[in-house]
């Protein structure tokens, strides 16, 4: 399998603008994960997706951003309208099982790296 | 959540052994110790995971005291590509990962 793939790896926008963001999780993971990491907040976690259903979206900051899963192989995260400080890496993340009782553990993709001007 | 502490930053050198100490005072019983890498540019990978006593894998040890209340990373033998972040982390009853700030590991020659 070719792990977590997402897309774009970078991106730079200018403020205003919508941003999506899309991920392919491991096929086969009923799990998905969207977080973002910057220096001073460190790694968060956004929403997860269990079976396509987002479960907890309690990170995601404001209305701005918003998540999707449409199918089992395809997510998005989208913001509207981007400003400067969305700018962060924004990571994907798959796993087979709930990680809860440790069953098992998170595959992260290789992360986009959003500017926003 | 049960909250992780961890040292900020370390320095080691090729071929000795590193263990890098998390506290987690407030764990629950049902909680999983879990410890992730992260090299930069790249998202968290997952290095191992255990509950009590010992676990080792190819990569690492990890050891927890009876009251696991904190818990100790051991990566023998390091060399300069484990320079990373390693983040410990408790897995409890939700399926959500709290990350936090990590150790920076760094390794010279």
């Known amino acids: 399998d070719a792990g977590v793939i997402q897309s774009p790896r970078h991106e730079v926008t200018e403020m205003g603008q919508e941003v999506t963001l899309r991920c392919k999780p491991i096929?086969?993971?009923?799990?998905l994960f969207w977080y973002r990491q910057t220096m001073m907040r460190g790694l968060e976690l956004l929403i997860y997706f269990n079976n396509n259903v987002p479960i907890d979206d309690s990170g995601m900051p404001e209305d701005r951003f918003s998540a999707k899963m449409p199918n089992a192989s395809f997510s998005t995260l989208k913001i509207q309208p981007s400003e400067p400080r969305d700018s962060a890496v924004y990571f994907c993340?798959?796993?087979?099982?709930?990680?809860?009782?440790?069953?098992?553990?998170?595959?992260f993709g290789p992360g986009t790296r959003l500017t926003v001007l | 959540l049960a909250k992780t502490t961890q040292p900020i930053s370390m320095d080691s050198y090729e071929g000795q052994e590193v263990n890098i100490t998390c506290s987690h005072n407030n764990i629950a019983t049902n909680d999983y110790i879990t410890w992730y890498q992260q090299f930069p540019s790249q998202g968290p990978r997952f290095i191992i995971q255990g509950y009590k006593t010992k676990v080792t894998n190819e990569v690492a040890s990890l050891f927890i005291p009876a009251d696991r209340k904190s818990s100790t990373l051991s990566l023998p033998r390091v060399s300069l590509s484990d320079t990373a972040v390693y983040y410990c982390?408790?897995?409890?009853?939700?399926?959500?990962?709290?990350f936090g700030g990590g150790t920076r590991l760094m390794v010279k020659p």
């Open positions: 096929s086969g993971h009923d799990y």
């Open positions: 982390l408790v897995v409890g009853a939700g399926n959500m990962l709290t």
């Open positions: 993340a798959s796993s087979f099982r709930p990680l809860a009782g440790g069953q098992d553990e998170q595959f």
